[in-house]
């Protein structure tokens, strides 16, 4: 499978601190891809390289094929690339209509955009006059995906999903994150609490202190890896 987004050994760091050390990791369109590992691993930095929003100081930055390494965040986004930040980053003043409403910058019409909002998430439509932030955390974590889904992206990054969701809700959502990879969309899913997305990735790395220490199918084997990891015995 060819990769739609490749990092290939990518530096980058926060003034004196190196927080990637070479990293390579790709995602073909169709596949969910899994960054797991603890804190401070370069989780975060990794999906902001791919976004754009932070810079590459040494390596590679491909989409589809093509070198974009420095091209900024508005040219990504053209490209197809869109990042859902850790918290969610809706407007949670603004009704869940309004939140999709300012997503017809993308040329799309308020209609289109509900359209593909309300098919993958059906409880948006009910919330619709609702504000944002009194929906729960599952609500708001839909409606900021469904805001992603209105720039129709060819990439998705998604940074943390299940944070303070309880896990059926989690799962669920990550059901709707397989779908979205098999309408052809390159995901790569950033999380420091493996099981639900392990249930649908593709592909999974473990990434600690800025370096992929093992990626491979998310077997019974990584799983362990992993456990242990979080029980400091790594
Ligand atoms: P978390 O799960 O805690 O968000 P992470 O795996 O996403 O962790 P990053 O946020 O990418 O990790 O951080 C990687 C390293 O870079 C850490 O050592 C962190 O302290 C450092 N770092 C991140 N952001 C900054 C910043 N703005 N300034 C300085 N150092 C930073």
Same mark, same amino acid.
Not at 19 to 29: F, K, Q, R, Y
Not at 125 to 129: D, G, K, P
């Given at each position: 499978m060819s990769a739609l987004l490749e990092l290939r050994e990518v530096r980058a760091g926060y003034g004196g601190i190196t927080?990637?050390?070479?990293?390579?990791?790709?995602?073909?369109?169709g596949q969910v891809v899994a960054l797991l590992g603890p804190n401070g691993a370069g989780k975060t930095t990794t999906l902001k390289v791919?976004?754009?929003v932070h810079p590459v100081e040494a390596g590679r930055l491909l989409m589809g094929g093509r070198d974009v390494t420095g091209a900024n965040p508005r040219d990504l986004a053209r490209a197809g690339v869109c990042l859902i930040p850790e918290g969610r980053g809706v407007f949670?003043? !603004?009704s869940v209509r309004d939140n999709l409403l300012m997503m017809t910058f993308t040329g +799309?019409?308020?209609e289109e955009v509900e359209e593909v909002a309300f098919a993958r998430f059906p409880i948006l439509?009910?919330?619709?006059?609702q504000a944002a932030g009194t929906m729960s955390g599952g609500e708001q974590q839909m409606l900021a995906l469904a805001r992603g889904l209105a720039t129709d992206p060819a990439v998705l990054l998604l940074d943390e999903l299940s944070m303070g969701l309880a896990? !059926?809700?989690?799962?669920?959502?990550y059901e709707q994150v397989a779908e979205i990879a +098999?309408?052809?969309?390159a995901v790569l899913v950033v999380e420091q609490f493996a099981a639900a997305v392990l249930d649908i990735a593709d592909h999974a790395a473990v990434l600690v202190r800025g370096r992929i220490e093992r990626h491979g199918?998310?077997?019974?084997?990584l799983r362990a890896e992993l456990s242990d990891l979080y029980l400091g015995s790594a």
């Open positions: 927080a990637l050390h070479g990293l390579s990791l790709s995602v073909a369109a791919a976004a754009g949670p003043n !603004l +799309r019409s308020r439509a009910r919330r619709a006059s896990p !059926l809700i989690v799962a669920e959502l +098999r309408q052809g969309v199918d998310p077997d019974e084997a």
